[in-house]
């Protein structure tokens, strides 16, 4: 799938693993090789995020996620994500007064490899708010009014694909991150995931707006239209689309060809701007 991707025109492959060896990540050979194989052939940026974090092997070997990183580094990646341990890392950075403790996995492999080399993977969801002094959160004044009419809303960051919400807003965890030494947000949306409708324009805004560093807006495109929005609306930095790709509904080319005759300016390939 990669390697179709690569050749069809994709500028950077994520991978993000659901099912790799969590409490042995030495043993988890099998996407070690799907990296080794995929860097052979596909010439693009490659993402990897899954069980990125400090660990004990069942033998009782402890594994710093600075080597698992490593890992995944030597196999052919260049960027590794980081999603629940980064929730864990801006609450440790609140819990201990807003001060960096220098040992997390998004501090310790960003100072080895440069920030370019970590990205946040973020799973926020909306809530609304009917009183803005009441929230704690930056809040947003909405154009989709919630089920009581509420004009505000923010978006508090999960885990555990959706299943756990965290006291904790979006805009502020990747404000933090950024500090620990995130270099790219990968911004996802609960609401959205799988939908097909588009992606949230308000979530993709406000999180540009809380930092500096590149902002990938992922979860709901489901047709080309949905990508040249994306960029007309918002300052996103990049868009994946994951769905509408595996399903054979669009190629990368399609979208490709149908941002540039919408009067965006898109390497298709490598001789045209």
């Not at 990540?25 to 860097?39: S, T």
């Not at 033998?59 to 890992?71: F, Y």
């Not at 995931?193 to 809380?210: H, T, V």
């Not at 990508?227 to 007309?232: A, P, Q, T």
Request: hydrophobic share 35%; net charge neutral.
């Amino acid at each position: 799938m990669a390697e179709k991707y690569y050749k069809q025109g994709a500028d950077e492959v994520t991978f993000l693993n659901i099912t790799s060896f969590r409490n042995s990540p030495i043993r988890d050979a099998p996407m070690l090789d799907v990296l080794k194989l995929a860097a052979k052939t596909c010439f693009v940026p490659l993402t990897v995020g899954g069980g990125i974090k400090d660990v004990v092997d069942p033998d009782g070997t402890k594994v710093s996620a600075l080597e698992v990183a490593s890992l995944y580094f030597r196999a052919g990646a260049d960027k590794v994500s980081i999603g629940s341990d980064a929730v864990n890392a801006a609450e440790s950075y609140i819990a201990n007064g807003n001060a960096a403790s220098g040992t997390t996995p998004i501090e310790t492999i960003s100072k080895a490899y440069g920030v370019q080399a970590v990205v946040i993977s973020v799973d926020p969801k909306r809530f609304y708010v009917s009183d803005p002094k009441q929230c704690k959160y930056n809040l947003i004044e909405t154009k989709v009014p919630g089920p009581q009419g509420e004009k505000y809303c923010y978006y508090k960051v999960t885990s555990q694909g959706g299943r756990k919400v965290h006291d904790l807003g979006a805009f502020e965890l990747c404000q933090i991150c950024e500090k620990l030494g995130a270099g790219e947000v990968l911004l996802n949306c609960i609401d959205k995931d799988g939908s097909n409708s588009g992606y949230d324009f308000e979530l993709i805004n406000q999180i540009k707006s809380a930092v500096s560093i590149p902002v990938i807006a992922s979860s709901g495109a489901g047709k080309p239209v949905h990508f040249e929005e994306v960029f007309k609306n918002t300052k996103a930095d990049a868009a994946l689309g994951a769905g509408m790709f595996h399903r054979g509904e669009y190629t990368v080319k399609d979208v490709k060809t149908y941002m540039r005759e919408h009067g965006l300016l898109v390497r298709i390939d490598d001789t045209q701007l």
